[in-house]
């Protein structure tokens, strides 16, 4: 197949009008609003179990209570409620939620990717 040089000018002409016709300030359709607020972060003024250096923060929850966890190492992490069936992954710098269990008492968390991280869950009915 052959393309002609004049036909391939014509094309990233129009290519280059489109991209800059919905580029310029002129143009009638508004941009949607950006927030550099996190969605889910506000989220997290509730209960919230910390990740940070490879070590889980204390957590006491009511039963069925909505956790955040947030990881603020680079590493991905899971954490794993131990007699539950928890076990959500965390990328590195993000994060996850999980319900509580809804028995009270003490639960072990631990992370499937690295053995020497040991945490407490402490749930309240």
């Known amino acids: 197949m052959t393309v002609h040089r004049s036909s391939l ?11 800059s016709a919905g580029c310029s300030s002129s143009n009638p359709v508004a941009a949607p ?3 550099s607020a996190p969605s ?4 997290a003024s509730g209960p919230t179990i910390t990740i940070a250096s490879f070590k889980f923060s204390e957590l006491t929850v009511t ?4 956790v955040t966890v947030k990881n603020q190492d680079s590493a991905a992490h899971t954490v794993k409620v131990k007699g539950t069936d928890v076990d959500v992954n965390v990328p590195g710098g993000g994060q996850a939620t999980f319900t509580a269990p809804a028995k009270a008492g003490t639960y072990d968390l631990t992370c499937d990717f690295h053995s020497s991280m040991h945490g407490t869950l402490t749930v309240t009915g």
């Open 63 to 66: 039963a069925g209570a909505e």
């Open 33 to 35: 609003a950006v927030s």
């Open 9 to 19: 000018g014509l094309a990233l002409a129009a290519i280059v009008l489109a991209v």
């Open 40 to 43: 889910q972060s506000a989220a």
